[in-house]
């Protein structure tokens, strides 16, 4: 079976890490790339990060390539106060030796989809879609090539978590967002609908601790970090693993459940800016342009994550 080739767009954050180990974990999945963008930290950090975790995997064969250190229009707007200040606190790992690639991840998502044959490669973004719409704006010529757009952001029944209406990878570039949700790509979003549905109980921690290897620990130590602010905002018995539901995806589909829908994106009003409205009830005529996950099988997530985890 060949490898189905993807490029993690990603702003490490403890559930990038582990949604990149998620992916180097399985032989289903060829990585051709990992492009980093300003998030939940600045993009030095987000491009540092994302060498410590390939690094962590054994992989520091995988290009990482720095993209937009910031929103197409906007300010940037970051997330110290959930995933602490080097993004990846939790776990004290070594400095990355593997070099940041010279090319921008903006012009290696072009020239990637550019290089390989229309419908083969797939975009995984995980944090703001910055790079992904830089890229459709400067070269419309790749949005046909591309397979698909796997990407954790948004909320609709479970309402934002920046703002009361907005999640925070579609807040901090509504603007990117409103140009992938309009490119008319085949496009599976993981909102916190479903990703609030994927809680990091003490039992499933325990399972990653348990497995005894370095990337297990480490792990486990991210999420007990990530955790104790979630879990002081939500009063869950855990905190929601958002951006592994994106390869999750990847690996079996059959643990989510959505509804093909049309989504739009708030990109004027302060009060509800960044907002991805679904028409989750099809009360209007507008054509459905994403598979809107709401539902997900966590353990049989959470089995799949500690399997492939061990792997490493
Ligand atoms: O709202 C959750 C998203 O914002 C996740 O991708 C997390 O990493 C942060 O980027
Ligand atoms: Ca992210």
């Given at each position: 079976m060949t490898a189905r080739k993807i490029i993690?767009?990603?702003?490490?954050?403890?559930?990038?890490?582990?949604?990149?180990?998620?992916?180097?974990?399985?032989?289903?999945?060829?990585?051709?790339g990992i492009t980093t963008v300003a998030g939940?930290?600045?993009?030095?950090?987000?491009?540092?990060?994302?060498?410590?975790v390939c690094e962590l995997?054994?992989?520091?064969?995988?290009?990482?390539?720095?993209?937009?250190?910031?929103?197409?229009?906007?300010?940037?707007?970051?997330?110290?106060?959930v995933h602490g200040k080097t993004g990846l606190d939790g776990a004290d790992l070594p400095d990355p030796k593997m070099p940041l690639q010279d090319q921008h991840g903006v012009d290696f998502i072009i020239q990637t989809l550019r290089d390989h044959p229309p419908g083969t490669v797939t975009l995984c973004p995980l944090g703001p879609l910055t790079n992904i719409a830089t890229a459709m704006t400067r070269a419309p010529d790749i949005i046909p090539r591309i397979q698909e757009i796997v990407l954790m952001?948004?909320?609709?029944?479970?309402?934002?978590?920046?703002?009361?209406?907005?999640?925070?990878?579609?807040?901090?570039?509504?603007?990117?967002?409103?140009?992938?949700?309009?490119?008319?790509?085949?496009?599976?979003?993981?909102?916190?609908?479903?990703?609030?549905?994927?809680?990091?109980?003490p039992s499933r921690i325990k399972a990653f601790r348990?497995?005894?290897?370095?990337?297990?620990?480490?792990?486990?130590?991210?999420?007990?970090?990530?955790?104790?602010?979630?879990m002081e905002k939500y009063g869950s018995e855990g905190a929601p693993?958002?951006?592994p539901c994106v390869i999750a995806y990847l690996l079996q589909p059959d643990l989510f459940q959505?509804?093909?829908v049309n989504v739009q994106i708030e990109t004027s009003s302060d009060l509800t800016l960044g907002m991805t409205v679904a028409?989750?009830?099809?009360?209007?005529?507008?054509?459905?342009?994403?598979?809107?996950?709401?539902?997900?099988?966590?353990?049989?997530?959470?089995?799949?994550?500690?399997?492939?985890?061990?792997?490493l």
């Open positions: 993690i767009d990603t702003d490490p954050g403890q559930d990038d890490a582990v949604a990149i180990l998620l992916a180097l974990s399985a032989d289903q999945l060829d990585v051709l939940n930290v600045p993009l030095r950090l987000t491009s540092k990060n994302a060498r410590v995997a054994g992989r520091p064969d995988v290009p990482v390539f720095a993209g937009c250190d910031g929103p197409m229009e906007r300010k940037l707007v970051t997330a110290e106060h952001g948004g909320a609709y029944f479970e309402v934002g978590n920046y703002t009361p209406a907005a999640e925070f990878n579609i807040y901090v570039d509504p603007e990117a967002a409103d140009i992938v949700f309009k490119s008319g790509i085949p496009l599976t979003a993981m909102p916190l609908d479903v990703t609030h549905k994927a809680l990091t109980t348990d497995i005894g290897t370095p990337v297990g620990q480490t792990v486990a130590g991210w999420i007990d970090f990530f955790d104790r602010f979630d693993l958002h951006d959505g509804r093909h028409d989750w009830w099809r009360v209007t005529d507008c054509a459905p342009n994403a598979m809107f996950m709401g539902d997900v099988d966590a353990d049989g997530f959470f089995d799949l994550l500690t399997r492939q985890i061990a792997k």
